[in-house]
């Protein structure tokens, strides 16, 4: 069995980069567009791999070499060309704990363990059930992973040396003022005009890059006194070098890492998968779910063993990504490469670039992700809806985006349950034999069962009494007992109910009962979707 989910993934991966679109061939215009963006992802990187860095209580390297080698390993094998993987602060804010308790070795051991779990889900194949979250959820995501990457730019509007990075926005210090303040706004904005006006000009070169290039020529030949990179961390450094996690192996270690690894292991695949379904839904191609589980697995196994802090997939990165033209592998790798560069040759020119051309890159990915069209939707969908989309861009930016995610897949599954819930009715009607038939319309499941009770009248009814299921779904044992329930009390009038439309999987459970008669001449052959001592079928139609 594990063999055979290997080859099917060594298939998928091997066939994933076939199937472009005319645009997207490797011509040398394509090439060149994947090469500039690669490059501008790059440039984004940096500050973003310190900060979160910062955020986690660890060496900038450790953030850079982190970025480096999970943008490397899932650029080449992950389910979605065109997404970018790197540290990331919903995944730093849960290591800070286990940094200041245990140190860094720990965290190292973490990360290869939570790779590992990773894996494990990307072989079984687990990775699908990201298409269980509703598109309301997806809304409320997408608006608050804009919030929470607008927020976390502010921190480069204080003052140098005074700034503590928090995971979701500006934490301690002192803001700029005064004369520094207008030129960091004035910076921004230019920024922003020229990635808006750049497209209209030319797309020989992506629009963030040009927006970088230009200020930072700015900047750089008159001299400006402006925040940056360089005032946040040196980020030169050497090669990332095999480092085994120096921990004890033995039972109390597993104690203290193992919930770290499945906190970050889960929070890590949410994101990435949820970045997969956005960038594919942005490009019109669908990605692998489970090819990304396994990617992110495999990088951040190989992240922990050279000295990296883990990571996720990057949505304002692959946006950044998207929006110049990366279509390929070709950008997410060259992204991956022109970062090891920037650390190993380029970092006293890279440690040049203003902040302030690097936050308005951000600002503009923060408009382009943002869902306006969501205000609109509020008042048009359901209530529950607008409730989802509400509760999750919420939960997203005062909490972290895995949180958000299931809060929102738990509201919606209960309002689906409830809403279903109601729906159980029957209509019924006389024999010209004198018999009522009670023709249940609606699906029977545990949110409907007591309903389902209460439409019959034992003491009231003929002495033949048929339930017909033709219009519903016996879904799981509650709606099963509720049948056995009714079955009693007509059988406690001493009257006979017949069942009919039953799955063969009803007949065999109902009949262990002893006091049921069913017609089986025109019962469907749709499975029972529980476990109930016999087997686990599957609901489908008559």
Request: neutral net charge; proline residues 5%; aromatic residues 8%.
């Amino acid at each position: 069995m594990p063999r055979a989910i290997l080859a099917s993934f060594a298939q998928r991966l091997a066939s994933q980069d076939l199937n472009l679109l005319p645009d997207e061939k490797l011509t040398g215009d394509r090439i060149r567009t994947e090469l500039l963006s690669g490059l501008t992802v790059a440039l984004a990187l940096v500050p973003e791999a310190v900060a979160f860095a910062f955020v986690a209580g660890v060496h900038p390297l450790v953030g850079l070499y982190a970025a480096f080698l999970i943008g490397l390993v899932t650029a080449l094998i992950g389910g979605r060309p065109g997404m970018i993987s790197g540290a990331t602060g919903a995944l730093a804010v849960v290591m800070v704990s286990l940094v200041a308790e245990h140190g860094v070795e720990y965290l190292f051991a973490t990360v290869v363990l939570m790779g590992i779990l990773q894996i494990i889900a990307g072989l079984m194949q687990w990775g699908k059930f990201i298409r269980l979250v509703p598109h309301p959820v997806m809304l409320g995501f997408v608006n608050g992973l804009a919030i929470v990457i607008f927020l976390a730019q502010l921190t480069q509007f204080k003052v140098p040396g005074s700034t503590e990075v928090s995971g979701h926005g500006a934490g301690g210090g002192e803001w700029l003022s005064g004369m520094p303040l207008y030129m960091m706004l004035g910076l921004v904005a230019l920024t922003m005009a020229i990635i808006y006006l750049t497209p209209k000009v030319t797309r020989i070169i992506p629009a963030p890059l040009a927006g970088i290039g230009i200020v930072a020529a700015l900047v750089i030949g008159f001299g400006l006194d402006v925040p940056r990179v360089g005032d946040m961390a040196s980020i030169k450094g050497s090669l990332p070098s095999w480092h085994v996690p120096m921990v004890p192996i033995n039972w109390e270690t597993i104690k203290i890492i193992l919930p770290y690894s499945i906190i970050l292991a889960a929070i890590g695949l949410i994101e990435s998968l949820l970045t997969l379904n956005l960038v594919g839904e942005i490009t019109g191609k669908r990605g692998g779910a489970s090819q990304e589980c396994v990617a992110q697995g495999l990088a951040n196994v190989i992240t922990g063993f050279f000295g990296g802090m883990g990571g996720c997939a990057m949505i304002g990165q692959s946006m950044i990504n998207v929006k110049s033209g990366g279509r390929t592998r070709i950008a997410a790798v060259a992204a991956a490469l022109f970062l090891l560069v920037f650390i190993l040759y380029a970092a006293p020119l890279i440690e040049l670039i203003p902040l302030a051309a690097l936050v308005g890159v951000m600002f503009m990915v923060v408009i382009g992700t943002f869902a306006w069209n969501s205000f609109k939707i509020l008042r048009r969908v359901p209530l529950t809806d607008a409730v989802v989309i509400v509760l999750v861009t919420v939960v997203t930016v005062f909490e972290d985006l895995a949180t958000a995610v299931v809060f929102g897949v738990i509201v919606s599954a209960l309002a689906y349950a409830w809403n279903n819930a109601r729906r159980i009715h029957a209509r019924s009607h006389y024999t010209p034999e004198g018999a009522r038939v009670y023709s249940v319309q609606g699906p029977l499941f545990f949110g409907s069962s007591d309903g389902f009770v209460e439409l019959f009248d034992p003491e009231g009814d003929p002495g033949t009494v048929i339930v017909d299921f033709a219009d519903s779904r016996v879904v799981d044992q509650s709606a099963l007992q509720a049948i056995e329930a009714v079955a009693a009390k007509y059988e406690a009038q001493g009257k006979r109910i017949v069942l009919r439309h039953l799955s063969r999987d009803c007949h065999r459970l109902l009949k262990k009962a002893g006091h049921l008669m069913v017609d089986s001449d025109d019962d469907p052959d749709y499975g029972l979707a529980v476990n109930y001592g016999v087997r686990t079928g599957i609901l489908g139609g008559h």
